[in-house]
């Protein structure tokens, strides 16, 4: 995996966590906050931090804010500065911008100047969450941006038979890539392979197609 070079911008519980992760799965990151003690919470967890005010256009330009990977706004509640920082990020050639979004309102507002993805990320652990509970077969979700998504589901008496007669493609719009039968991993299967009890199944899809996967598996 070549190394991701990231800067984040806002230091809160959010931002940090974001910066630190990064960090420590190998990236170079560049963490940046306005306040010096949220800098200094992270000094020795990330590549290089430093006190500056991402509203200002010449600051993140005296950065180099053009020649990172991948940008990550994590201002919090206020909207207003969140909402310049992406727009400076973008205006100066940001190649990726990802900003965390405190409702639905300023998520359209993100999206309109130019954000790449937005992200809610109470709103989105609390779906998460709920359809976790509702249907506990479904075992993660991996959301790619647009609507698209990847979930790992653990096959159960619905799910059974060769992956021709369950027709997936076809009668839900998902696409099987992957079968992981304790612990032996069958990347893109074919179309004669059984799906049995307890098999953890890779599906990707649209929001649309894995719900109606959902509603079949937990009805």
Avoid: W
Wanted: with cysteine; proline share 2%; aromatic share 4%.
């Amino acid at each position: 995996m070549k190394a991701k070079q990231c800067l984040v911008i806002g230091l809160g519980r959010f931002g940090t966590a974001v910066a630190t992760t990064l960090y420590e799965m190998g990236h170079e990151v560049v963490a940046v906050d306005q306040k010096e003690e949220n800098v200094e919470r992270v000094l020795n967890l990330v590549t290089h931090a430093a006190i500056l005010d991402a509203t200002e256009e010449r600051a993140l330009r005296s950065i180099g804010v053009a020649d990172f990977d991948v940008v990550i706004v994590g201002i919090g509640t206020d909207v207003q500065a969140n909402i310049l920082a992406t727009m400076n990020a973008k205006s100066l050639g940001a190649k990726y911008v990802v900003c965390k979004a405190i409702d639905e309102m300023a998520r359209r507002v993100l999206e309109r100047v130019g954000a790449d993805l937005v992200i809610r990320p109470e709103h989105d652990m609390g779906v998460r969450l709920a359809r976790q509970i509702a249907t506990p077969n479904i075992v993660d979700t991996l959301d790619l941006g647009g609507d698209y998504a990847i979930v790992d589901i653990e096959a159960n008496e619905r799910l059974r038979g060769t992956l021709k007669d369950l027709n997936l493609s076809n009668r839900f719009g998902v696409q099987v890539i992957a079968i992981n039968r304790s612990g032996r991993i069958e990347i893109t299967p074919r179309a004669e392979e059984e799906l049995r009890p307890h098999d953890k199944v890779v599906l990707i899809g649209t929001s649309h197609s894995i719900d109606e996967l959902r509603r079949f598996l937990g009805s």
